[in-house]
């Protein structure tokens, strides 16, 4: 049996999960489970990153302590954010969160050196402020103290491989959403950074899902009392992960996974870019083995989470399933909003914002929780519904079914509106979507599968899925 650890890294939670392989099917297993918060320091919105880094060990101590023989480890994150390295290797500051204003309306800036329609042309990455882009140009314009001291950008993922194995690269799932990288080529777009005069010097050769990175150095062997455990690149963007843990039924069936985002796409061959996907602003991001994520970015179910926090400051403790229960005997179930609005990006106060949205668009103001969670239920269904409208215009393809995995499976509510308000079926699965992804490259980097097709079989065995019906 090959014993092998994926840390899978949100934006609110980590995870250090143990994958069991027997050779047919695949066993997940928990060791270690801790919080993500941000922290806001000065009016700016951190990672805290020295904190991560020590769960990261302990995720490890507790693995060995349980498996003596661990294969390797593999580690996902969220996309975008990196840290800079000064040229002793020390962090020279907390990587900033892509939620911080910092970014806010500096597109109008980038657009006066090259346009938007040149960058998707080269990059095929949807427009976002918080992409690494808009991110690194914000550091030229107001942190050029810290740019002219850095000497290495690592990504997320990177930063954590590089210190515990010391080799720096820059994974390609990850980088290719930063909108920094040649979509065709597979290697950074130097014309464009130049353009923008950002230090391309900075950057890292491009390391692909499913090579070595390296093995744990001497200092963490040491610590943690480990051998040296190797370290595998998987599809280190946690989408990237997902998405090549999903059984996906067929050429006409859509992912669409829930989590703190809803991503909804396809996996192409090969960069869909043309007039229609700059139109509806959807992304070409990077995927395993060579694949492209044609998807768009939805905001998830981080408004659902931010509901119930604010809920429990302000008013009573409440759980998820009373939000649901709360939401599902609601009378008046036409209450919406547009879970992309830039006032549900950062809100201070969630909820507010969610009655002056509905209030502002001639809606009423919801009265109490039920009313206020079915506002974004039925904000992301029909955000969903738009998405494969959207998606079938530009690639000219019937969607007949959505694989829906992550976090969202658990709300049923979610996923039989999902069914109601597309009118396709919904097949749900797996819950742990870049875990399972996560560990298939791990398997394929030790040998032990040969391909992603094969490593989708094995997660297929491995679960249980159920479906959704449209209610007619």
């Given at each position: 049996?090959?014993?092998?650890?994926?840390?899978?890294?949100?934006?609110?939670?980590?995870?250090?999960?143990?994958?069991?392989?027997?050779?047919?099917?695949?066993?997940?297993?928990?060791?270690?489970?801790?919080?993500?918060?941000?922290?806001?320091?000065?009016?700016?919105?951190?990672?805290?990153?020295l904190?991560?880094f020590?769960?990261?060990?302990?995720?490890?101590?507790?693995?060995?302590?349980?498996y003596?023989?661990?294969?390797?480890?593999?580690?996902?994150?969220?996309?975008?954010?990196?840290?800079?390295?000064?040229?002793?290797?020390?962090l020279?500051?907390?990587?900033?969160?892509?939620?911080?204003?910092?970014?806010?309306?500096?597109?109008?800036?980038?657009?006066?050196?090259?346009s938007?329609?040149?960058?998707?042309?080269?990059?095929?990455?949807?427009?976002?402020?918080?992409?690494?882009?808009?991110?690194?140009?914000?550091?030229?314009?107001?942190?050029?103290?810290?740019?002219?001291?850095?000497?290495?950008?690592?990504?997320?993922?990177?930063?954590?491989?590089?210190?515990?194995?010391?080799n720096?690269?820059?994974?390609?799932?990850?980088?290719?959403?930063?909108?920094?990288?040649?979509?065709?080529?597979?290697?950074?777009?130097?014309?464009?950074?130049?353009?923008?005069?950002?230090?391309?010097?900075?950057?890292?050769?491009?390391?692909?899902?499913?090579?070595?990175?390296?093995?744990?150095?001497?200092?963490?062997?040491?610590?943690?009392?480990?051998?040296?455990?190797?370290?595998?690149?998987?599809?280190?963007?946690?989408?990237?992960?997902?998405?090549?843990?999903?059984?996906?039924?067929?050429?006409?069936?859509?992912?669409?996974?829930?989590?703190?985002?809803?991503?909804?796409g396809?996996?192409?061959?090969?960069?869909?870019?043309?007039?229609?996907?700059?139109?509806?602003?959807?992304?070409?991001?990077?995927?395993?083995?060579?694949?492209?994520?044609?998807?768009?970015?939805?905001?998830?179910?981080?408004?659902l989470?931010?509901?119930?926090?604010?809920?429990?400051?302000?008013?009573?403790?409440?759980?998820?399933?009373?939000?649901?229960?709360?939401a599902?005997?609601?009378?008046?179930?036409?209450?919406?909003?547009?879970?992309?609005?830039?006032?549900?990006?950062?809100?201070?106060?969630?909820?507010?914002?969610?009655?002056?949205?509905?209030?502002?668009?001639?809606?009423?103001?919801?009265?109490?929780?039920?009313?206020?969670?079915?506002?974004?239920?039925?904000?992301?269904?029909?955000?969903?519904?738009?998405?494969?409208?959207?998606?079938?215009?530009?690639?000219?393809?019937?969607?007949?079914?959505?694989?829906?995995?992550?976090?969202?499976?658990?709300?049923?509510?979610?996923?039989?509106?999902?069914?109601?308000?597309?009118?396709?079926?919904?097949?749900?699965?797996p819950?742990?979507?870049?875990?399972?992804?996560?560990?298939?490259?791990?398997?394929?980097?030790?040998?032990?599968?040969?391909?992603?097709?094969?490593?989708?079989?094995?997660?297929?065995?491995?679960?249980?899925?159920?479906?959704?019906?449209?209610?007619?």
């Amino acid at each position: 049996m090959k014993v092998i650890l994926s840390f899978d890294f949100g934006a609110s939670s980590g995870r250090a999960i143990i994958s069991k392989y027997d050779g047919n099917k695949i066993e997940l297993e928990e060791v270690h489970r801790f919080q993500n918060e941000p922290v806001l320091i000065g009016g700016h919105l951190y990672w805290d990153f020295l904190r991560l880094f020590h769960e990261l060990k302990i995720g490890i101590k507790k693995a060995k302590a349980k498996y003596k023989d661990i294969s390797s480890i593999g580690i996902d994150t969220w996309a975008v954010d990196y840290g800079l390295l000064d040229e002793n290797n020390n962090l020279i500051s907390n990587p900033i969160h892509y939620r911080d204003i910092r970014t806010n309306n500096i597109i109008k800036d980038i657009e006066k050196s090259v346009s938007f329609e040149e960058i998707y042309k080269s990059t095929g990455i949807q427009y976002m402020e918080l992409n690494t882009l808009y991110q690194l140009y914000s550091d030229l314009k107001y942190r050029n103290n810290l740019l002219k001291e850095a000497k290495s950008l690592l990504f997320i993922p990177d930063l954590f491989n590089f210190y515990l194995t010391g080799n720096k690269y820059n994974e390609y799932t990850n980088a290719s959403t930063s909108q920094m990288l040649d979509v065709k080529s597979k290697n950074w777009d130097f014309k464009l950074l130049d353009k923008l005069g950002l230090p391309s010097s900075l950057l890292q050769n491009i390391i692909m899902p499913g090579e070595v990175w390296g093995t744990l150095n001497k200092d963490i062997q040491a610590e943690l009392e480990v051998g040296s455990i190797p370290v595998i690149a998987v599809g280190s963007h946690d989408t990237a992960s997902a998405v090549a843990g999903i059984p996906l039924e067929d050429e006409n069936s859509v992912y669409l996974i829930c989590g703190t985002w809803s991503l909804l796409g396809i996996e192409s061959k090969g960069p869909i870019i043309n007039e229609a996907s700059l139109k509806q602003n959807f992304t070409n991001e990077g995927g395993v083995e060579g694949t492209i994520r044609f998807l768009k970015n939805i905001n998830g179910l981080w408004i659902l989470q931010q509901l119930k926090k604010a809920w429990c400051e302000r008013v009573e403790e409440i759980s998820f399933p009373d939000i649901i229960k709360a939401a599902k005997a609601v009378k008046n179930n036409n209450f919406i909003i547009d879970p992309n609005n830039v006032a549900f990006m950062a809100p201070l106060n969630i909820v507010e914002e969610i009655k002056n949205y509905c209030a502002k668009d001639g809606q009423g103001t919801p009265s109490d929780l039920g009313e206020v969670a079915i506002s974004v239920y039925n904000g992301l269904t029909n955000e969903f519904n738009k998405v494969i409208d959207n998606l079938e215009e530009v690639t000219g393809k019937a969607v007949e079914t959505i694989n829906l995995v992550g976090g969202g499976i658990q709300d049923e509510l979610l996923c039989q509106l999902t069914a109601d308000v597309t009118g396709k079926k919904v097949i749900t699965g797996p819950l742990e979507a870049s875990v399972f992804g996560n560990a298939i490259m791990q398997l394929k980097a030790l040998g032990e599968i040969k391909s992603l097709e094969e490593g989708r079989a094995i997660i297929k065995r491995s679960i249980e899925m159920k479906e959704y019906i449209p209610k007619k």
